[in-house]
């Protein structure tokens, strides 16, 4: 009951909604309210005071000055209250007596039901259970065969599927034995059958209905689907297959229909009149009874009749144009001035035929010229690549497509000359760039700079030298920077160095290492100083324990001998006093000349002995000879000069041995990794021997050979590369169980390393396997027919969209085969259609409402409110073309109006300047209005009416006016004549 009454108060309101857009809405309002009003008193009469509260509430709605719908309301709401309060008591009554009818107090049943009877006597179900329970207290005995009756019959019933005679049996039973069990799950097996029948014919009913409110709305590709549902519910239906082959057949045409329709849309939209006719007339061809291609024709023609005199006109002034145009061969602009001539009239024979002859000429010209533009640009390319052989055949052919160009043949004289001094050329520049790279190689950047200078002028077009020197600009400005650094930081080591503080030197010259790591200088003398420092502490031990030796001699007054030792650490560091200093005091001790003698003996003998040495080159031991003269006599120089003297040699000495030694360092190392075939590392290191030495050929030989052995392996690489793809490909062959293609692949491996045995394992391993496996492989076989069986059977059926079928045939295929992928996917697949399936439908649904809504507004003229449920249609489905139709027509409605609504308001604006100006008698003016009204409404009588009356007033007046003149003029004659009676 709430359904209908929220249905009634929708319709009511929808009523009074559209009537209120009415021309003639007070009068439409005045007599809904009428009918409202009796309709919702009638109801309060007969006590039904829910309808009568919803038809007040719309007639209040209606007319909300009125009181007397507000307080019938009230009194309804009052009422409804109290009724329904009964009602909620009544059931509870009625529940009770239920309960003691099925406990079997049927006394106690009837007082309630007599009771509840008593509160609504309208309800009818009280009294039928009272008679009911006494029939059963009067035929209690018979109720045990009346009983079993009842249940045979009803299972006889159940057996031949009449669920509901079925159920109408076990519940008379049920109601003799209301405790008895066993009829309750006969009622309920039969109502889950009857259930199940039911949704079944619901369904049908529905996709039945469905389809039938799709093919009213046109939309056939739903009716289709809503005829094949109901199918699928009932196969022995015979209407909806009949109907499914009869849409089939009306879909194939009207899919063409549709096309040209759409086509003559798109031409009418764009005012294409003729064309979009055109396609209109073959829709029509194919579905003759269509209302729409029809109306639109119509339209058109009125549109054709109304532009064809002006279009013609418009026509064979721009056909004027563009003859002039072609005249001139000005194709270019001829081709748009007919184009334009076209738009005017497109069935213009002479526009057509120009252009056509056009469109061949200026396909030809342009033909020649992209033939022409496209040789020239390859020949241009090849040119400017030196091809100058292939590049002369392509200037030939230019000039044979436009002999009149001079361009082609001017290049291919130039490449007669170029193609006789090129060779030359090219063995100077070789020679020159060879020369330039060795140069660039060995780091002479200045010398090489030249060279490719010399490269560039003899072969100008070559970009490597450009590239050599701007890289070696690049360099030299860097290595500026670079040098300036580095020349700084040795001046400051050397600095240091020769104050003798060696730790800041030799962070200077790390410094100038650093910068230019190729300089031998500062490696030489950090070389140095680390000897240097190396010595400086040898000799403070020496010093300490000579030191120690001699103050110990010297206690125990050994003079001779701490003397000795004494001068020893003298010599290791001249400038510490305290040795000078014993060595003294011991002198003064000793204090004997003969002493003094043999230690100039001494001296002369250790002089002698480091000359000796040092013309010998024995440096280290006359250093130490003459070290051992200054202990003879410390004050003398020459010993000193001598040893400074040694030291440098020693030191130049240190330095060659240190390059030596890096050189050694880096062959060692090359050689080891080349033992060890770490070929990369042991180019690196020959590489920075021969840096090091740049004139030893040892490491350059040994970089050729490591580079021949590189290319070597490269070439293995690839082969074995080549091995290990197929052997990995075999392999997942062979793990694939596909052994025959793997077989095949291994036998690929085998031929690209014939040495290799594992190949010749795998194939001996297949053939095992082929001849083992032969029952398997048919019971495989056996299982892959099957497979496939089920695979193409569920393809068949995913292809007619029996998607449940395709899904169980699927799952077949999937349990013989679990691993394969393909049935899996395809069940995904199917799982997505279904479930896309049940949004397309809960989007048709939302489609089919806002197109129902939208067409029932659309009927009632309300086209703006119509519009917008529409478009809510169109967004909802993009691709359908109805809403956009339907939208479309709106449009030209409410453009219409718009029109119409001016045509009445300049009409209605000119009526009221004309009545203003015949009223205050300005008739000139007045015809005037009434004229430009009459121009706005032609077939209006009253401006024409109007018109005529001012004209016959005009000629009035005229007639009057001549006849006064007439007059005027006799009586004249009289005057002038003396005849003054006749005058007068």
Known sequence: MHKKIYTLIKLLLLTALLFSFSPAHTQAVDEQYRQTIESADKYFEQGDYLNAKASYQVAS??????????????????????????????????????????????????????????????????????????????????????????????????????????????????????????????????????????????GYEKAISEAEMYHARKDYEKELSSYQLATELKPEEALPQVKIRELNEFLRKYEAYNNFVSEGDNLYINQQFAEAKIRYEKGLEILPDESYPKEIIIKINVALSEKTEKDKAAYEEALALADELYNQENYESAMLAYSDALRFWPDG????????????????????????????????????????????????????????EQYPKVRIDEIDLALADIQNKLQQYESVILGADKLFNVGDYAESRIQYLRAQEILSHRSYPEDQIKMIDDILGREMATREAYLAAIARGDEHFGKREWEDAKVDYVEATDLIPAEQYPKDKITEINNMLAKLKADQDTYTLTLKTADQLFTDKQYA????????????????????????????????????????????????????????????????????????????????????????????????????????????????????????????????????????????????????????QARLAEIDASYQAAIGKADALFLAANYTEAKSTYQEAKGIKAEETYPDEKIAEIDAILMADAAEAERLAQIATQYAQAISDADALLAQKEYLNAKEKYGLALSLKPGENYPSEKIAEIDGILELIEQQRILDEDYAAAIASADGLFDDAAYTQAGTEYEKAAVLKPGETYPAERIAEIDAILSEQARLQGIEVSYSEAISAADSFFSNDQYTEARAEYTRASGFKPDEEYPLNKISEIDAFFAEIAALTEQYEIAIGTADTYYNENQYPEAR
């Open 561 to 712: 001998a701490a003397l000795l030792e004494y001068r020893k650490a003298a010599d290791i560091f001249r400038e510490e006093s305290y040795p000078r200093e014993k060595i003294e005091e011991i002198d003064q001790l000793l204090g004997d000349q003969q002493k003094l003698l043999q230690l100039e003996a001494n001296y002369n003998e250790a002089i002698a002995n480091a000359e000796t040495q040092l013309s010998g080159q024995n440096y280290p031991e006359a250093r130490a000879a003459f070290e051992l003269a200054l202990t003879f006599k410390p004050a003398e120089a020459y010993p000193g000069e001598k040893i400074v003297e040694i030291d440098a040699i020693l030191s130049e000495q240190a330095r060659l041995l240190g390059i030596d030694n890096s050189y050694k360092q880096a062959i060692d190392a090359a050689d080891l990794a080349m033992e060890q075939k770490d070929y990369l590392t042991a180019k690196s290191e020959y590489e920075r021997a021969a840096g090091i030495k740049t004139d030893e050929i040892y490491p350059a030989e040994k970089i050729v050979e490591i580079n021949a052995i590189l290319a070597e």
């Open 61 to 202: 709605q209606l007319k909300q000055d009125e009181q007397y719908p507000k307080d019938r309301l009230r009194e309804s709401i009052s009422l409804l209250r109290i009724q329904m309060q009964a009602m909620a008591v009544y059931h509870e009554k009625v529940e009770y007596a239920d309960r003691l009818y099925q406990e079997g107090s049927w006394d106690n049943a009837i007082l309630a039901y007599e009771e509840a009877g008593k509160m609504m006597p309208s309800e009818e179900y009280p009294g039928r259970q009272i008679i009911l329970i006494r029939n059963l207290q009067a035929g209690e005995t018979e109720n045990e065969a009346t009983y079993s009756d009842l249940v045979r019959e009803g299972d006889d019933l159940f057996a031949a599927e009449d669920y509901a005679e079925a159920i109408n049996k076990y519940e008379e039973a049920s109601a003799i034995y209301p405790g008895r069990q066993d009829t309750k799950d006969k009622i309920s097996a039969a109502d889950a059958k009857l259930a199940g029948v039911a949704a079944q014919q619901s």
């Open 349 to 404: 024979d002479h526009a057509r035929q120009r252009l056509g002859s056009i469109s061949e000429i200026m396909a030809l010209k342009k033909a020649q010229e992209e033939a022409y533009a496209n040789t020239i640009t390859l020949a241009d390319k090849l040119f400017a690549n030196k091809e100058y052989q292939v590049a002369r055949d392509e200037y030939r052919k230019a000039a044979d497509i436009n002999p009149f």
